[in-house]
């Protein structure tokens, strides 16, 4: 495993993050919670120190199995990321910035990003009491909130760095310019974006903003949630809850598909699956700082873990982005 030094912090995190959306169950399917479990322990057992986390995967559940899981490690040796500001309890309706609706049970459960100072103090608590620890190592804002002013986030952030309940603050689907005002208030460590071989528009603006300001990128959805691990395409299929259903629609399938069975020898040649190449690849481009990596078994922990072992030449990756030059 590699690690690498987030932004102008002193977190030190491994470079494949562990990606605990799936293991919330909720839009994914479900999923086993001896599994959840299982997958974690097996990544930090694999060098994988580091959680991504939120109180919005399964409603609680991702952060109670994360809690659970690491309650035989040091605590000092694992790095905690977790979120804030999607609620789902309704008591803010009105005052917060409605996002969509998630289903679950049958039920229609409508989401809204809420980050004021009294909501961010608020769910770190809840955060902190599934977790089952005293301090989160980085606290994210998850999505941008129209109707709160940045800098009322970013002084809830401050104001727990202060208290010692979290080490860092980071955020999550901001703009360029949402950075540059958050940091006008707090230290930013971090922005966690989407970002794959098929979702590549944070090179533009991001990523040479980032690089100049010494400010991490945390990567997510990878493996555009499992369709660049290529298994969909031969085995399988979704569960009717399970998000991806539509997800995977704004891809062109066929030349995914064609580019997949173009990079499939290069995996073979290294002794690694598709989705390793994908991984590896993700961890190698500029500004990246880590890679989350979502995995719902400890076989999927394992492998994703083992990415990091890869070797990518200069060529494999001019091969590579030939490849992508056709989707
Ligand atoms: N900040 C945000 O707004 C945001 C948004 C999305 C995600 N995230 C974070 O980023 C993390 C990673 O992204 P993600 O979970 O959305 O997607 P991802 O990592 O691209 O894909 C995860 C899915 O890929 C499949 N998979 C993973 N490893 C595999 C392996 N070795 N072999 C075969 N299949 C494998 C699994 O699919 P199956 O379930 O079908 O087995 C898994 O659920 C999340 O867990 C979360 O922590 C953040």
Same mark, same amino acid.
């Not at 009105?94 to 980050?115: L, N, Q």
């Not at 005293?134 to 401050?158: S, V």
């Not at 691990?229 to 062109?252: A, C, I, M, P, V």
């Given at each position: *495993?590699?690690?690498?030094?987030?932004?102008?912090?002193?977190?030190?995190?491994?470079?494949?993050?562990?990606?605990?959306?799936?293991?919330?169950?909720?839009? /994914?399917?479900?999923?086993?919670?001896?599994?959840?479990?299982?997958?974690?322990?097996?990544?930090?057992?694999?060098?994988?120190?580091?959680?991504?986390? %939120?109180?919005?995967?399964?409603?609680?559940?991702?952060?109670? *199995?994360?809690?659970?899981?690491?309650?035989?490690?040091?605590?000092?040796?694992?790095?905690?990321?977790?979120?804030?500001?999607?609620? /789902?309890?309704?008591?803010?309706?009105?005052?917060?910035?409605?996002?969509?609706?998630?289903?679950?049970?049958?039920?229609?459960?409508?989401?809204?990003?809420?980050?004021?100072?009294?909501?961010?103090?608020?769910?770190?608590?809840?955060?902190?009491?599934?977790? #089952?620890?005293?301090?989160?190592?980085?606290?994210?804002? @998850? /999505?941008?909130? @129209?109707?709160?002013?940045? &800098?009322?986030?970013?002084? &809830?952030?401050?104001?727990?760095?202060?208290?010692?309940?979290?080490?860092?603050?980071?955020?999550?689907?901001?703009?360029?310019?949402?950075?540059?005002?958050?940091?006008?208030?707090?230290?930013? &460590?971090?922005?966690?974006?989407?970002?794959?071989?098929?979702?590549?528009?944070?090179?533009?603006?991001?990523?040479?903003?980032?690089?100049?300001?010494?400010?991490?990128?945390?990567?997510?959805?990878? *493996?555009?949630?499992?369709?660049?691990?290529?298994?969909?395409?031969?085995?399988?299929?979704?569960?009717?809850?399970? @998000?991806?259903?539509?997800?995977? #629609?704004?891809?062109?399938?066929?030349?995914?598909?064609?580019?997949?069975?173009?990079?499939?020898?290069?995996?073979?040649?290294?002794? %690694? +699956?598709?989705?390793?190449?994908?991984?590896? /690849?993700?961890?190698?481009?500029?500004?990246?700082?880590?890679?989350?990596?979502?995995?719902?078994?400890?076989?999927?922990?394992?492998?994703?873990?083992?990415? *990091?072992?890869?070797?990518? +030449?200069?060529?494999?990756?001019?091969?590579?982005?030939?490849?992508?030059?056709?989707?």
């Amino acid at each position: *495993m590699e690690y690498r030094k987030l932004g102008n912090t002193d977190l030190e995190l491994s470079t494949i993050t562990y990606g605990a959306f799936a293991i919330g169950g909720s839009m /994914w399917g479900g999923n086993e919670q001896q599994d959840s479990i299982e997958s974690v322990k097996a990544s930090i057992d694999c060098g994988v120190t580091t959680l991504d986390t %939120a109180p919005f995967y399964g409603f609680g559940l991702s952060e109670e *199995m994360i809690g659970q899981a690491i309650k035989d490690y040091d605590r000092s040796k694992i790095q905690i990321l977790t979120k804030f500001g999607l609620v /789902w309890d309704g008591s803010n309706q009105g005052r917060g910035d409605y996002f969509f609706d998630a289903e679950e049970g049958g039920k229609k459960i409508p989401i809204y990003k809420y980050a004021s100072k009294a909501n961010v103090i608020k769910e770190v608590e809840e955060s902190l009491g599934r977790l #089952q620890t005293d301090y989160i190592d980085l606290l994210q804002i @998850h /999505w941008p909130d @129209h109707t709160t002013p940045i &800098a009322e986030t970013m002084e &809830a952030l401050d104001l727990l760095i202060q208290q010692g309940k979290i080490r860092a603050a980071g955020v999550s689907n901001y703009s360029v310019d949402q950075v540059k005002e958050a940091r006008q208030i707090v230290n930013v &460590a971090s922005n966690q974006v989407g970002y794959s071989m098929l979702n590549r528009g944070i090179e533009q603006d991001l990523v040479p903003y980032a690089l100049d300001q010494n400010v991490g990128i945390i990567v997510y959805s990878p *493996m555009e949630r499992g369709l660049l691990t290529g298994k969909y395409f031969t085995e399988g299929k979704l569960k009717d809850n399970d @998000h991806r259903n539509g997800y995977f #629609q704004q891809f062109d399938l066929q030349k995914v598909k064609a580019f997949l069975h173009e990079i499939t020898p290069l995996a073979a040649d290294k002794g %690694a +699956t598709v989705s390793q190449l994908v991984l590896r /690849w993700t961890s190698l481009q500029p500004g990246i700082s880590v890679v989350l990596a979502g995995a719902r078994n400890a076989t999927q922990a394992i492998a994703n873990a083992k990415a *990091m072992d890869l070797v990518l +030449t200069p060529s494999d990756l001019v091969f590579i982005q030939t490849a992508l030059a056709k989707i």
